[in-house]
């Protein structure tokens, strides 16, 4: 079931990525995330953003000097943030199951992505798994005490019975004033259409509390440290910092094995290897393809 449904979510956002907000949504999150994730905590920083997308919000990081990873199932969407952010470095995989070593980021995001997986707690796991002690996680998520949440469950006989590419536009076009006033911007029919996409036709979303959440990061060794309530309150944004102390050194990213966990994995002229089960990790047109 869990596997489907990854799937069905990669389909899903490989034909209706994140619409792209330009300049606008860069600057808006580069601001935005100052405040959890200072300039001098992230200058010269490994930073890892899981979920990407077309990469827009890593961006605004490495504008402010941070050294990224960008991790995102959706291959489409992986191409366009190769273009936005030729620094980073660029992972095909899945939030569940990163192919990373333990505590080998200094920081890490995850904006608007874990409750689109099957199993929103098993991926805070993982983004918590890889942060180093004393680093800093961001995450937003959609609130369970929002209005959103019994909309989104409306939407699903709907959803069902409406493939996306066959909503009218007189319905795809209602939700102009959301982007305006959420987004600051006007968008093309096409964009609000991806829009629907990931608000209502996406095929997972789950909602969650902040204590919930809290709890999550108590079990994970974090603390939450902040939060803000995002646009009427239909997601929270919640910052942890990890028990320890961080090293006055930028951690080295550390690959670890899918399949049998072992790290690290040996680079080679084709991408990465594992030496102990051979799974291998390509790299394909500037990103590394990792099993999922």
């Given at each position: 079931?869990?596997?489907?449904?990854?799937t069905?979510?990669?389909?899903h956002?490989?034909?209706?990525?994140?619409?792209?907000?330009?300049?606008?949504r860069?600057?808006?999150?580069?601001?935005?995330l100052?405040?959890?994730?200072?300039?001098?905590?992230?200058?010269?920083?490994?930073?890892?953003?899981?979920?990407?997308?077309?990469?827009?919000?890593?961006?605004g990081?490495?504008?402010?000097?941070?050294?990224?990873?960008?991790?995102?199932?959706?291959?489409?969407?992986?191409?366009?943030?190769?273009?936005?952010?030729?620094?980073a470095?660029?992972?095909?995989?899945?939030?569940?199951?990163?192919?990373?070593?333990?505590e080998?980021?200094?920081h890490?995001?995850?904006?608007?992505?874990?409750?689109?997986?099957?199993?929103?707690?098993?991926?805070?796991?993982?983004?918590?798994?890889?942060?180093?002690?004393g680093?800093?996680?961001?995450?937003f998520l959609?609130?369970?005490?929002?209005?959103?949440?019994?909309?989104?469950?409306?939407?699903?006989?709907?959803?069902?019975?409406?493939?996306?590419?066959?909503?009218?536009?007189?319905?795809i076009?209602?939700?102009?004033?959301?982007?305006?006033?959420?987004?600051g911007?006007?968008?093309?029919?096409?964009?609000?259409?991806?829009?629907?996409?990931?608000?209502?036709?996406?095929?997972q979303?789950?909602?969650?509390?902040?204590?919930?959440?809290?709890?999550?990061?108590?079990?994970?060794?974090?603390?939450?440290?902040g939060r803000?309530r995002?646009?009427?309150?239909?997601?929270?944004?919640?910052?942890?910092?990890?028990?320890?102390?961080?090293?006055?050194?930028?951690?080295?990213?550390?690959?670890?094995?899918?399949?049998?966990?072992s790290?690290?994995?040996?680079?080679?002229?084709r991408?990465y290897?594992?030496?102990?089960?051979?799974?291998?990790?390509?790299?394909?047109?500037?990103?590394?393809?990792?099993?999922?």
């Open positions: 079931m869990a596997v489907e449904l990854q069905q979510t990669q389909s956002y490989d034909r209706y990525p994140f619409i792209e907000g330009g300049e606008n860069i600057a808006w999150w580069r601001a935005y100052r405040d959890f994730l200072p300039d001098e905590h992230i200058a010269g920083r490994t930073v890892i953003d899981v979920g990407s997308g077309i990469g827009e919000i890593s961006r990081l490495i504008d402010r000097g941070a050294r990224l990873t960008s991790l995102d199932v959706s291959l489409q969407s992986l191409n366009r943030c190769r273009e936005i952010n030729p620094e470095t660029v992972y095909h995989g899945s939030a569940l199951k990163l192919p990373f070593g333990d080998t980021f200094d890490a995001i995850s904006i608007g992505v874990l409750h689109h997986t099957p199993d929103c707690r098993q991926g805070f796991h993982e983004v918590a798994r890889v942060t180093a002690p680093g800093t996680v961001v995450v959609y609130n369970f005490w929002s209005v959103y949440n019994p909309i989104f469950q409306a939407f699903k006989p709907l959803k069902r019975l409406i493939p996306l590419d066959r909503v009218p536009l007189w319905m076009r209602t939700l102009q004033p959301f982007a305006r006033t959420h987004l911007q006007r968008l093309s029919d096409d964009q609000l259409r991806r829009l629907l996409g990931d608000k209502l036709w996406t095929p979303a789950t909602f969650h509390s902040v204590a919930q959440v809290r709890r999550w990061g108590a079990e994970e060794g974090l603390r939450m440290v803000k995002f646009y009427l309150g239909y997601a929270n944004v919640m910052c942890f910092e990890k028990d320890g102390t961080l090293r006055p050194e930028s951690r080295k990213v550390t690959l670890r094995c899918v399949r049998c966990n790290i690290p994995m040996l680079q080679d002229d991408g290897r594992c030496d102990a089960c051979q799974q291998r990790y390509d790299v394909d047109g500037g990103i590394v393809r990792c099993p999922m």
